[in-house]
């Protein structure tokens, strides 16, 4: 009888340390994630690796209120000796981080209950509770409700106004016009607006025409600006092309 | 580099007012591809060469240089078709017309002017370059150039920034009007980029 | 890309075009020489229709050198370097150029290298028959771009498999003297020489 007890703690406390394993390489995960990606790190990611954290908590808590699960709470833990010095088997086993199983911290790591001054203060805090009659209760909680009630209005009227004042800035001026589209494309497809002749300057339409054909002629000291660009450029057209090696 | 195959430019145009300019390059800077490094600003010079026959249609190309980076890019020589027909075409989404784009040293305007052709007009082309996929977005505002072969001497031809988006694409690739339709469509209510037919802005 | 030096090579009395080229391969790979490949260098010739007076000349080569670039030559001089679909641009301006008919020509041959230089020898053929016109040899001297430093070196290699057939420095070498030497300048040697069969075919 007893020995089949022992065999099912032995086999529940197994699945345990399964689980807890996992548990904790997931956060050992999430941590490296943390410290090594969180420049290049995606909300998404992090959500995901909380989602199999909650997920790997929940499936351990399953387990501890399985039938089979002999009930722990029957159990003793008890810590046999305590020594001040360090314990490189348990090192190993907390890959690090409880070096000595020590008076410090066996309080810390095995605590089941709240300390006692917590516990004093959530007492406290309990008995005051109770003492309040359910009608006291009643109207301070219609009291929080009205409250929020009020803020909530204000708020929403806010974003209202606020709502309605944008719409009404993009619907009052426009944010492009027709004629600028036109004039624009007329520019760029067939240089309406663009030509030289409606420079104030120069006079009559045929400008563009009889302007540039001297230069065509004779590439030597024209008038004007461009023949002294030209022959430079024919030299260093060549020698600067991309393509050249 | 395209060798042999002939390209065609997917072309939808629209402006925006120059005060509601900032808030459609935050929209673009949000939806396209160079969302780390931010559009890319650019100052083009481009110069409109047209060679005239009095048999033969004229024909008309483009060449442009970066003002900003004169000595690192190759000059562009562009030639753009007409646009095809079915422009009044309900089922086609955006304007589509041949393009050929060549990259060419930088004594172009030389070498067309030996050709016979003459300058017509030039323009500045200040603006930013988005990239969304095959899509490019530019919005760029459009200078006159005031004295000519001037580029320091500019004056805004509007108070509004031209908006293109533009796929060049091999011939029969229409699905990337549908794409290209969708994308626009983000960007109202700022901006409303559609076919226009230059024909019929070139009647008015 | 270095200094390079084009030049006729005549083919002896009695002799063919094809046996002239054996000799000069024989000749080079008893210097030491491997052969490296082949290479083509083609040149159409546009003229310019009534609409565009006076009339004009332009030439469009290609080279294995520059498999991506296309070298647009105007009778004026001015040399163009574009991208290689320049090509495509020019079957847009057909109402004012036109290709002359049987005007293409080619040279093409196989490619040398001995250490530092390159050398090529191209049998030029014509028009659409590809009848043989002569033979060119192309020699290249690698890692220098000033004519003037390495002219010297250039013609003592070239001596030691051509002989007394040797050429003259080319116009366009000399004239670069300490200036910077570019592959437009190789073209260029090519035009000439292309030039020079066309007008002895006009004599005869």
Known sequence: MQQREEKQLEAGLDALIVRVKDLRDSIHAFLMKLEHEHQTLQWTSVLDSFALLSGQLSTLQKLVM??????????????????????????????????????????????????????????????????LTPEAAQKQIQQLNNLCDKLLNKLNAA?????????????????????????????VSFGKGLKPSRTPSQSGPDTPQSQPSPQASQAGPAPGKAPSTIKTNIRSGASSHPYQR | MSGGVSMQEYLLQGSVLDSSCETLLHRLR???????????????????????????PPVMLRARR????????????????????????KSRSTLVRTCIDVATSDNVTTFLTDMGFRLDHECVVKGYLFTKGCIKVTVS???????????????????????????????????????????????????????????????? | ???????????????????????????????????????????????????????????????????????????????????????????????FYAPRKGAKIEVKGPRYEYVDFIVKIGT????????????????????????????????????TFMGDNKPAIPQVLASKQDGIYSPTDTILQYLEHFNNYRKSTGNK
Request: hydrophobic content about 35%; aromatic content about 6%.
């Open chain 1, 159 to 187: 974003s209202e106004d606020w709502d309605s004042e944008v719409s009404a800035s993009q619907g009052s001026t426009p944010a492009s016009s027709l004629a600028d589209t036109s004039a624009l494309i007329a520019a």
């Open chain 3, 1 to 95: 890309m270095g200094v390079t030096c084009v030049s006729q090579w005549p083919v002896p009395d009695g002799k063919s075009g094809q046996q002239a080229v054996e000799m000069l391969q024989r000749r080079l790979e008893a210097t030491g020489a491997t052969k490296a490949g082949s290479f083509c260098v083609d040149c159409e010739t546009y003229m310019s229709g009534q609409s565009i007076t006076p009339s004009k000349t332009a030439h469009v080569m290609h080279s294995t050198g520059h498999p991506l670039t296309c070298f647009a030559i105007m009778d004026s001089g001015t040399c163009l370097v574009a991208d290689s679909n320049f090509d495509q641009l020019m079957t847009k301006l057909k109402g």
């Open chain 2, 141 to 204: 505002k459009i200078f006159r150039v005031t004295v000519p072969g001037n580029t320091e001497n500019l004056e805004p031809l509007s108070l509004s920034h031209l908006v293109e988006l533009s796929v060049v694409s091999p011939s029969g690739q229409d699905e990337v009007a549908d794409t290209m339709k969708l994308f626009a469509e983000q960007l109202k209510p700022i901006v409303q980029l559609e076919k226009v037919d230059h024909r019929r802005l070139q009647q008015v």
């Open chain 3, 124 to 159: 030029v053929t014509t028009g659409p028959t590809a009848s043989s016109r002569g033979i060119l040899v192309e020699v290249e001297y690698t890692p220098c771009v000033v004519p003037n430093d390495c002219w010297s070196l250039l013609t003592e290699f070239m001596g």
């Open chain 2, 66 to 89: 970066a003002l900003d980076q004169p000595d690192s890019l190759p000059w562009q020589l562009r030639y753009v078709g007409t646009a095809e027909a079915g422009i009044g075409d």
């Open chain 2, 30 to 56: 949000g939806l396209s591809d160079n969302v780390d490094t931010g559009p890319e600003a650019f100052v083009d010079q481009e110069m409109v060469y047209i060679l005239r026959g009095s048999q033969t």
């Open chain 1, 66 to 131: 399985k039938e089979k699960m002999p009930s722990l709470q029957n159990l003793i833990f008890l810590p046999l000796v305590l020594s001040p010095d360090s314990d490189p088997q348990l090192e190993t086993t907390t890959e690090g981080r409880v070096p000595v199983f020590s008076h410090e911290v066996v309080p810390d790591y095995l605590r089941t209950k709240f300390e006692p001054e917590v516990e004093s203060r959530e007492k406290t805090l309990t008995t005051q509770s109770e003492r």
